[in-house]
Every structure is written in C-alpha cells, then in structure tokens.
C-alpha cells in the first residue's frame, strides 16, 4: 500500500510539475518531467509483461540419497520474448537439515520450519539459463521443497511484480546414516548358527537379487550382458533360493522418555543408525527384512509401515525410507506393539530388537520378548549412554551399544 501511495504522488507531482513548467515556458524542467513520466509508463509496461513467456523448471537429481551423499538442484528459467530481465530474484522454502555448497543460497531461519533458498538470475531476449546448486544433507528425513517465488523491480524502482508457484513442489527422502557394525558376527552366529557366510547348495535360478563382478570360478552361463555393457566389465548374475531367512527388526523407543532432550534425541539417532546398518548387512545377505516400531512416523503416522515383497536394492531403499521418516517421540509402550505383532511372526523366525529403554527394562517389556522367545529366536540390541553401567537382563540374549557419543562423529558401530 505504502509503494503505490509512492508512486502515485510521484506520477501527481511530475505531472504538475510538467503541466505548471509547460505553461510558464520552462524548456528544460518541462523535459526533464517528461522524460520522467515516459519512464514511470516504460516501467510500468515493462514490469507487466516480465512474467510473459517467462517459465521455470526445477528438478533434482534424484529424490532418495545416502546421508553422506550429495544432490544436485537443476534450476532453469526460459525467456520466450525480445524483453530482457535483469535482476529476476528466485526464493524457496527448504526444510532444515540441508547445506548448499554456496552458503550465499541459503538464508537460515532461526528456529523457523523452513530455511530460504535465493538467488539471482539475469536473462537476455530468447535465452534459456540453467544453474545447478550441490546440497549436503546434514540429517536423515524427509526435505521438502517449495513451489518457489520469482519476483521483479524495475531498475528504476518505480515497480514491483511477483509470481508464485513457479514450479511443483518436491520431496527428498534422506536415509539414516550407515556404518560398519563391529560384534555383528556373535549376532548373526546366535541368530543363524554356523554357516558359510556366502553361497548356497541349491539356487533357483529365477530368484535373480542382484549382479556382481565375474570370478574365474564362476559359470559362463549366468553372465549377465546388460548388466556388462552398462558397467563395462563382466557382471554375473547372483542368484538365491527361493526362499530366504526372514528377520524382523523391532525399534522401541519408551514414550515416558524427554524425547526432546538433545541427549535422548541423540541416543536415538545412534539407535537408528544402529537398526540402518543392520537392515545393510541383512537385505544384502539376501534376507527379507520386516521393520516395526512404535516411534511415530511423519507420513504412515501410527499406521504399519509399508513393507511389501521386495528384495535386495529395493528393499533396503524401502526400509531405510522408512526409518527416515521416524520422528523421535512414541505414544505406545513397545510391549503393546510386539504383543499385536505375535500374531504375524512366523514360528522359528529371527527377530531383532532394538530399544532405547533408560535403566533396567519394564517387567511388561521382559515378558513380551519371553514370550517371543518361546517360538522364535530373539536378539536384543540396547543402546544407552554409560550402556556397560547397567545391570544385564537374565535369560536374555543381550548386545550393547554405546549411546553416549555424538552420531555425527560416528564412523563405526560395536555391539559388545
């Protein structure tokens, strides 16, 4: 209101002011005024017809990644007539949690729900000008991405324009961090027994999880050669029993916890990374994994995660997205959830579980995972700070690990 009250004094006063200098013959002030009303018009015309023809197209290069990966942000913005842009000025809406490698793009909100993406573009008649932004993602999750804001100022000032909507909306799915589990061999013998860490005795042929590079002792007949040109070196193709082990991974997170607390968040984040790096070894051993919890997911809610029959890439992808999704609160006690999820199990199947529990476990809890222990093999992973403090749960098979350091820093995990 306070720019067009401007500019309407400013387009009354050079109009008097040309009218009154006009009249009394002043040559050079009646001009002057002129030239600036033809401009105030000029402007005003030129910053009506900015959005004409102009389109904008944003993509990213892929809308799941690792937590130590990188994504690309293709920005590009297309001027279809003879009228030149200077100054177009781009903004977003970014969820926190991801860097730009040019810090000048991003604008950080303290304690908003969003950070500002901007930038700058100058555009000639006709021309098409594409940039490309590298993002760092700095936590596991789900990014969402605005559907952007272009707005315009004439070089005079005299105008301003603005577009919103310029692009759809987008979703980035961060997976949590994976590292190498030290300890995990005592865990997987308790939970499999003895037995050769690769290969099988029989294979079904149609059961294809994967490729992987040629051997000398492998057979000429499962070369895969779409798989060789696309990688330019001989891939065979890996091939499981069409049936596999079964494990199902339980994450429990107490709902009485201070779950807003940076040292139970961060105790959490080391229990999801932990749960992240078992789901690794598993889905590439060729295992079908199922995954329950009862933390709260941002987008299934306390619905059942989706989990479906699928196997190797495409099942760790799943998983992983969803533990992404996990905030860090529950509204249920784990033991409700392994109660309705007996049912389910099959009988002899391998379940892991992975709590956050503080001190010594709840009756309640103790007497779910005795009573899964009675028809199934059972795994219990604990992570705490100060973990090797706490007393050991008797007639449990117990693993621990350490929650007390910065997940940031870690770049292994060791079940002891």
């Given amino acids: 209101m306070a720019d067009q009250f401007r500019r309407v004094l400013l387009l009354v006063s050079f109009g008097a002011l040309a009218l009154f200098t006009g009249l009394r013959g002043y040559t050079s002030v009646f001009v002057g005024a002129l030239l600036v009303l033809v401009t105030m018009g000029l402007a005003y015309l030129w910053n009506r017809s900015v959005f004409t023809k102009l389109t904008f197209e944003r993509t990213l290069n892929r809308t799941q990644v690792e937590y130590d990966g990188s994504i690309y942000m293709h920005l590009t913005a297309i001027n279809r007539k003879i009228l030149p842009i200077f100054g177009l000025r ?28 901007r930038d700058f573009l100058h555009l000639s008649w006709y021309e098409r000008r594409r940039r490309v932004y590298e993002l760092v993602p700095q ?17 005079f000032g005299f105008f301003k324009n603005e577009k919103e909507g310029i692009y759809e909306p987008e979703n980035l799915i961060v997976f949590p961090k994976v590292v190498p589990i030290q300890g995990v061999e005592a865990l997987d013998t308790y939970l499999f027994g003895s037995r050769p860490r690769e290969g099988w005795i029989f294979a079904d042929p149609l059961n294809r999880v994967g490729t992987r590079r040629y051997e000398r002792t492998d057979s000429a007949r499962l070369i895969n050669w779409k798989a060789t040109a696309r990688h330019a070196q001989l891939q065979v193709d890996v091939e499981k029993p069409s049936f596999d082990q079964q494990v199902y991974l339980f994450l429990d997170q107490p709902p009485e916890v201070k779950w807003w607390s940076p040292a139970v968040a961060n105790n959490l984040e080391v229990a999801i990374m932990a749960a992240a790096s078992l789901i690794h070894n598993y889905t590439q051993a060729g295992y079908q994994v199922q995954l329950a919890t009862n933390l709260v997911s941002k987008v299934h809610g306390l619905s059942q995660r989706p989990t479906g029959l699928l196997r190797g890439r495409a099942q760790r992808s799943q998983l992983l997205s969803n533990l992404s999704l996990l905030q860090n609160f529950s509204v ?25 529990a503080p001190d010594e476990l709840t009756p309640e809890f103790s007497q779910a995972l005795r009573k899964l222990m009675r028809r199934s093999r059972v795994a219990l992973v604990r992570v705490q700070p100060n973990i090797a403090s706490l007393p050991r749960e008797s007639g449990l098979k117990e693993w621990r690990v350490e929650g007390g350091t910065d997940w940031h820093e870690l770049e292994k995990l060791e079940l002891f």
């Avoid at 596991?140 to 070089?155: H, L, N």
């Fill in 332 to 356: 249920e006690p784990g033991e409700q959830v392994l109660n309705r999820l007996q049912t389910r199990i099959r009988p002899g199947a391998t379940i892991v579980v992975v709590s956050t």
């Fill in 139 to 155: 936590r596991r999750g789900r990014f969402e991405f605005g559907s952007g804001t272009a707005s315009y100022a004439d070089p």
């Fill in 90 to 117: 781009i903004e977003d809406t970014v969820t926190p949690g991801l860097k730009f490698a040019n810090s000048e793009n991003l604008v950080e909100v303290k304690d908003g729900a969003h950070n500002i993406f």
